[in-house]
T-cell receptor
Framework: EAGVVQSPRYKIIEKKQPVAFWCNPISGHNTLYWYRQNLGQGPELLIRYENEEAVDDSQLPKDRFSAERLKGVDSTLKIQPAELGDSAVYLCASSRGFRGLNEKLFFGSGTQLSVL | AQKITQTQPGMFVQEKEAVTLDCTYD???????LFWYKQPSSGEMIFLIYQGSYDQQNATEGRYSLNFQKARKSANLVISASQLGDSAMYFCAMREDTGANSKLTFGKGITLSVRP
């Protein structure tokens, strides 16, 4: 079974430029998550999808961040325009979505973003 | 207040010895789940072990065990017979039973280095 696939692995951009990250979850996983991990910190949730619906986007900075999950499979996270403080690792995760306490998240390798 | 606290500085252990990684948590919810994830330098978060708040026994998964002390609100990870491949960041996380917006909250992580 293929794991969560993310691309690109690394991205370097200048501030004020747009950037997009792509995620393909594990087949059959209904729930998809985007997390941001700052250097030396744990991941923090940005947005959670149940199929096509964004059910928790309370931590997503909506002035510059947007996300979509068309057809309930792949997802794209976009930043426009990027700021220096956006430099971080952006992790995508997926889970089956039965909402039990023990529901495991499966993570991709992340996209490391550097904003210059 | 921090929901998950991991305060140990970088940890070092000799190969084949056991090591304990500390985690304390804060919740008023009687129903919650605790997780440990490993993040090697490749960036992917790997699930290690899960403990439910109502589980009677401490969780074990191969060389990993969880020392769950509910009254003290601690959930320490014990790795037995350390291997060089155990060198990584380790994150403690908690899911509280908060309904539709239940999410996994991570601590800041602990760096473990295994010496040959």
């Amino acid at each position: 079974e293929a794991g969560v696939v993310q691309s690109p692995r690394y991205k370097i951009i200048e501030k004020k430029q747009p950037v997009a990250f792509w995620c393909n979850p594990i087949s059959g996983h209904n729930t998809l998550y985007w997390y941001r991990q700052n250097l030396g910190q744990g991941p923090e949730l940005l947005i959670r999808y149940e199929n096509e619906e964004a059910v928790d986007d309370s931590q997503l900075p909506k002035d510059r961040f947007s996300a979509e999950r068309l057809k309930g499979v792949d997802s794209t996270l976009k930043i426009q325009p990027a700021e220096l403080g956006d430099s971080a690792v952006y992790l995508c995760a997926s889970s089956r979505g039965f909402r039990g306490l023990n529901e495991k998240l499966f993570f991709g390798s992340g996209t490391q973003l550097s904003v210059l | 207040a921090q929901k998950i606290t991991q305060t140990q500085p970088g940890m070092f252990v000799q190969e084949k010895e056991a090591v304990t990684l500390d985690c304390t948590y804060d919740t008023s919810d009687p129903s919650y789940g605790l997780f440990w994830y490993k993040q090697p330098s490749s960036g992917e978060m790997i699930f290690l072990i899960y403990q439910g708040s109502y589980d009677q026994q401490n969780a074990t998964e191969g060389r990993y065990s969880l020392n769950f002390q509910k009254a003290r609100k601690s959930a320490n990870l014990v790795i037995s017979a350390s291997q060089l491949g155990d060198s990584a960041m380790y994150f403690c996380a908690m899911r509280e039973d908060t309904g539709a917006n239940s999410k996994l909250t991570f601590g800041k992580g602990i760096t473990l280095s295994v010496r040959p």
